[in-house]
């Protein structure tokens, strides 16, 4: 168990449709980080927070958003559902904003129809 | 823009075997690389990490080595066993937090 909590687990959802997903860092890590992986892909870097501000940016489309609480646990937040949105979305925490293993929560598993 | 690469995207080892995964990345700006193992339905773990100081680190079992020169590093794992299978990815720290990951190599230990 890393200590990251990812809420839903599984999500079934239409084209369309906008859905949150919710990840409780590690109890200490400042800095979240949000991944997601398709079918036989890797890893695809989206966007981190650190202490509530967004510290870096990967390729997020601008139908994604993100936000980072007080409370540090983060939401990211899906848009204008499309087929290829389907994919696994990890959250990831760290301690530190410069380097540092990551902890990996188990992934949000969507699946847009 | 920044990438991370791998050689082999699968590799079959038998059980006892050392294994080797590659890896090569396109910044020579990064000075932090780290290796993660997903096992099925699972998030990534750390393995072990290497800065950009350091050529070689060592691990239980496992091994990086990093070649600035030619911009690759390697995973060894010695003794391969069956829960060793898993997709190993290589990752580079690059802009301050960014940390980019590869494509994965899947490892299959045969018995």
């Known amino acids: 168990d890393s200590g990251v909590t990812q809420t839903p687990k599984h999500l079934i959802t239409a084209t369309g449709q906008r859905v949150t997903l919710r990840c409780s860092p590690r109890?200490?890590?400042?800095?979240v980080y949000w991944y997601q992986q398709s079918l036989d892909q890797g890893l695809q870097f989206l966007i981190q927070?650190?202490?509530?501000?967004?510290?870096a940016k990967g390729n997020i489309l601008e139908r994604f958003s993100a936000q980072q609480f007080p409370d540090l646990h983060s939401e990211l937040n899906l848009s204008s559902l499309e087929l290829g949105d389907s994919a696994l979305y990890f959250c990831?925490?760290?301690?530190?904003?410069?380097?540092?293993?990551?902890?990996f929560g188990e992934g949000s598993r969507l699946t847009v129809l | 823009g920044e990438s991370v690469g791998l050689h082999l995207p699968t590799l079959s080892v038998q059980e006892g075997d050392n294994s080797i995964i590659n890896c090569a990345y396109s910044?020579?700006?990064?000075?932090?690389f780290i290796w993660y193992k997903q096992e099925s339905g699972k998030g990534p773990q750390f393995i072990i990490d290497?800065?950009?100081?350091?050529d070689k680190r060592q691990g239980q079992r496992v091994t990086v080595l990093l070649n600035k020169t030619v911009k690759h590093l390697s995973l060894q794992i010695a003794a391969t066993q069956p829960g060793d299978s898993a997709v190993y990815f290589c990752?580079?720290?690059?802009?301050?937090?960014?940390?980019?990951f590869g494509p994965g190599t899947s490892l299959s230990v045969i018995p």
């Open positions: 990831a925490s760290s301690v530190p904003p410069l380097g540092g293993e990551l902890f």
């Open positions: 109890s200490g890590d400042l800095s």
């Open positions: 927070y650190y202490n509530g501000e967004e510290r």
């Open positions: 910044n020579s700006a990064s000075d932090y």
């Open positions: 290497i800065r950009s100081n350091m």
């Open positions: 990752a580079e720290q690059t802009s301050y937090d960014k940390v980019i």
